[in-house]
């Protein structure tokens, strides 16, 4: 655990030098790469969305590709394409922009549904399919979107199976007044993000990932888990609640949070601090719902206030 501890208070630390007062967003999207998920980042503008991720970026020594999506942006530019070769008579494959290890697709909701959806597969297995050839992505591989929640001329709303794919949601918000000074005065000069060196490696990174997967999950806590999910499905506020991979996403952030915090197995407060960022987009509000001004964060507040939370000893399955 002492290295665990090391290597992701390394990265924090490094992405710190940039990023000002956002503690618990840098938290989750370190938990997300542990668990090899994918990240949703929804704010409004100039709050640092890229930033973040570029600072995460420059701090893992991985490769970095950034997709800046508009509406002419194609399938083809993501996935990549065949050509023919006149020289050798054969089909050559040419990467697209999402063969790389960490992904920014900056403004995602910019694109049109077809060429978000060819997102999908790389999202969810791995890999691209182009011409009935599969080529692999690299490992690790992580998918950091942004979107604005308040521009929505000119943007596709993500559908449903894609906000699923999305392991967690991630806001950042205003900086207080405080953080604000901080920020211009760290920006008054230089730009702390070009001197920004990397302080994890590919086989860090690897073996954090499979030492997250080790946490101990007890049968109790997993019956915790499907009742917090269930609750979402029965909700008279809710037209769709979460899906089962809902209830995966929410266990393995909590074998994150709970090795984050020196612990090889999970207890309820690991669960219920991951149930919003890993739930709340796979909700969607019934339109009653928002005329009442229901948000999917409060109906989840409420489940967990609701659901009984489990007792004893929880460090053995």
């Not at 960490?102 to 011409?131: C, F, H, Y």
């Not at 490696?201 to 806590?221: C, F, G, P």
């Not at 969607?284 to 229901?294: N, S």
């Amino acid at each position: 655990m002492d290295e665990v501890r090391e290597i992701v208070a390394s990265l924090e630390e490094n992405i710190e030098k940039v990023i000002v007062g956002k503690d618990e967003a840098i938290r989750l999207i370190i938990i997300a790469l542990l668990c090899q998920g994918h990240v949703l980042i929804e704010d409004i503008p100039g709050v640092g969305k890229t930033t973040m991720v570029s600072a995460l970026a420059r701090s893992l020594d991985l490769t970095f590709r950034r997709i800046q999506f508009t509406p002419d942006v194609l399938p083809s530019d993501i996935t990549g394409f065949s050509m023919y070769n006149f020289k050798n008579g054969e089909l050559e494959f040419h990467p697209g922009m999402v063969m790389g290890q960490v992904i920014l697709a900056d403004e995602i909701n910019r694109t049109s549904p077809k060429t978000q959806s060819s997102l999908l597969e790389a999202m969810e297995e791995g890999q691209v399919t182009v011409d009935g050839k599969t080529h692999y992505l690299p490992q690790p591989f992580i998918v950091l979107a942004t979107q604005n929640p308040v521009e929505y001329v000119g943007t596709f709303p993500l559908p449903e199976a894609q906000l699923d794919r999305f392991f967690l949601k991630v806001t950042i918000g205003y900086p207080s007044k405080r953080e604000e000074m901080h920020i211009m005065s760290r920006f008054q000069y230089s730009n702390p993000l070009d001197s920004l060196e990397a302080v994890a490696s590919k086989e860090d990174i690897l073996k954090l990932q499979k030492l997250t997967r080790q946490v101990k999950v007890a049968e109790a806590i997993r019956d915790y888990i499907a009742s917090l999910v269930g609750m979402t499905r029965d909700h008279p506020d809710l037209t769709l609640g979460s899906s089962p991979r809902g209830s995966l996403f929410l266990m393995k952030a909590s074998q994150a949070h709970a090795m984050l915090d020196g612990r090889d197995y999970v207890i309820p407060d690991d669960v219920q601090k991951m149930v919003i960022p890993v739930l709340s987009h796979r909700l969607i509000l019934k339109p009653e719902a928002r005329l009442k001004e229901m948000t999917p964060e409060r109906i989840l507040r409420s489940i967990i206030n609701t659901v009984y939370v489990p007792l004893g000893d929880l460090a053995y399955d």
